[in-house]
């Protein structure tokens, strides 16, 4: 299974950025995976920005509720983070998981793990 995270970059504080996160493998079935998108800024510990089960519940942390969302296309196996207006406190590098048949936004329950994408909120 292998989770491909793109879209980040440099971003103006109240601008707008979105990730996506592609998903892909001979025995990955998208829709059985709650997806999972998480962030670690230097010097912090990773925690949760956001998660979308297969219902397409979400769960957004309450640091970046109202301002980001997330978002699943199970026809593309992608799921995305919308974030607008962000703040320089939400730079980060930002990773996308995947847990199996579970609604978590705990990070040790996540079974696969893409590469991270840096976000650098900055004027």
């Known amino acids: 299974v292998q989770l491909q995270a793109s879209g980040g970059g440099l971003v103006q504080p109240g601008g707008s950025l979105r990730l996506s996160c592609a998903a892909s493998?001979?025995?990955?079935?998208?829709?059985?995976?709650?997806m999972g998108w998480f962030r670690q800024a230097p010097g912090k510990e990773r925690e949760s920005v956001a998660a979308?089960?297969?219902?397409?519940?979400?769960y957004i942390a309450g640091p970046v509720k109202g301002r980001f969302t997330v978002s699943r296309d199970n026809a593309k196996s992608t799921v995305n983070l919308q974030m607008n207006s962000p703040k320089p406190e939400d730079t980060a590098v930002y990773y996308c998981?995947?847990?199996?048949?579970?609604?978590?936004?705990?990070?040790?329950?996540?079974?696969?793990w893409g590469q991270g994408t840096e976000v650098t909120v900055s004027s």
């Open positions: 493998g001979h025995t990955f079935t998208f829709t059985n995976y709650a």
């Open positions: 998981a995947a847990a199996a048949g579970l609604r978590t936004v705990e990070a040790g329950t996540y079974d696969y």
């Open positions: 979308i089960w297969w219902t397409g519940e979400t």
